[in-house]
């Protein structure tokens, strides 16, 4: 097939990445919003980020088989409903102010970016010359980095009110009967915002519906021929082996010595990516007594910074080879977060502002090392990257309970530290393909 024909599903795709990075990225901005709607302590509101990772965790599996049944595109389409149903539900828990409500929602959404990542990223992985894989994702990532970016400056200044009420004064509006009104009329302030977003995926799922989006097979190692990677029917195309797509589909990929690492990897990267932001705008105030609005803008140059590193790794990955900067970056970010711990002031926060720029690359080149020369198995493999993302789940939790046992969220920013060392274990010695034991 012509670059020309496969220009469109290209781009169609790539706004995937975009939209599951949006939803990502609002956390940070939720966290401290239904903290505040709900009145809930630090570790119960990092219980925002765990339904979304669970329902990764969850779904991966479902969605690749899913993808192996019935293809790319309706896997794309099904992920889609999902994720603007699960906005439509936020809504609805903004009336009840329910934050459980609040939590099924977000898990609803979650599912959808589950059933859209673990189809996008192998897609655009092995649209191509396997060569170029990191590349290639790196690059379709960068707009992941958009969503990144723009999602903390829309929930900055549309859902954050910017009312930070002390407790004598909430005890007073308690005393006065004007308490639940002022709590519901936060929890309102998402309602106009996750409409939107309903709307913008819904759009989203038409063009993928009136679009021809081929498939494509993954190449066997050393099998790579452009000629007979994408299929045009949309059928799943045979392999260049001579059996269909998935017959190796199954839990024998636990025996890649590279894939359980890159698992591992993914899990801890994720944990280091949703922990340093989850609790920034907290982190902020603590460190350098930083308002929620001005800490919210603040977030938006870090997720910035995330966006430019994308485009400029995939520039860096021309000269420097993608595990080397992988390692090079997770020991940046290693020093970075040692000054968030240690320093106080405007210091710390823009140490720690500095992260993302340097996780910007790991996400992407962790999954392409990850499933590199694994040919059919790619869909499998790609289900268990997926399920890794539990990991976000889990960091916010371990550093709430940190900042809760101790008073400081400044020391529970150990926790994304030590993500970042396993990072750079992986960089140096977990990528490498081993012979696979039979």
Known sequence: MSKNKILVPFILVTSLFFLWAFLHNLNPILIPHLKKACQLNDKQSSLVDFPIYLAYCLTAIPAGLFMHKYGYKKGIIFGLIMFAFGAILFTFAASERNFLFFLFALFVQGSGAAFLETVANPYMANLGDPAHSEQRLNFAQSFNGLGAMVAPLVGSHFILSGIEHTKPELDAMAANGTLQAYLQ??????????????????????????????????????????????????????????????????????????????????????????????????????????????????????????????????????????????????????????????????????????????????????????????????????????????????????????????????????????????????????????????
């Open 185 to 438: 009329s936060e929890a309102n302030t998402v309602r106009p915002s996750y409409f939107v977003i309903a709307g913008v995926v819904l759009l989203v799922t038409l063009l993928f519906v009136f679009t021809k989006i081929p498939e494509i097979k993954e190449p066997e190692p050393g099998s790579y021929d452009p000629k007979l990677s994408i299929d045009d029917d949309g059928k799943a195309a045979a392999s260049a082996h001579g059996h269909a797509p998935g017959t190796e589909f199954s839990f024998r990929v636990f025996r890649i010595s590279h894939l359980k690492w890159a698992i591992f990897g993914i899990f801890f990267y994720v944990g280091s990516q949703v922990g340093v932001g989850s609790f920034f705008i907290k982190y902020s105030r603590y460190v350098a007594d930083i308002p929620e609005k001005t800490a919210g803008t603040l977030f938006f140059g870090a997720m910035a910074g995330f966006m430019a590193g994308r485009f400029l790794g995939t520039f860096f990955m021309r000269y420097i080879k993608p595990a080397k900067l992988l390692s090079l970056y997770a020991t940046i970010n290693i020093l970075l977060l040692t000054v968030g711990i240690l320093a106080k002031g405007h210091v710390a926060v823009y140490a720690v502002m500095a992260t993302p720029f340097f996780m910007s690359i790991m996400f992407p080149t962790i999954f392409a090392l990850g499933i590199k020369d694994l040919g059919e198995e790619t869909k499998m493999a790609s289900s268990f990257l997926i399920m890794a993302i539990i990991g976000g789940a889990v960091a916010p939790l371990a550093m709430g309970a940190i900042s809760d046992a101790t008073g400081s969220i400044q020391i529970a920013y150990i926790v994304p530290l030590i993500c970042f060392a396993y990072i750079l274990f992986f960089g140096l010695k977990g990528y490498k393909i081993k012979p696979v034991k039979s």
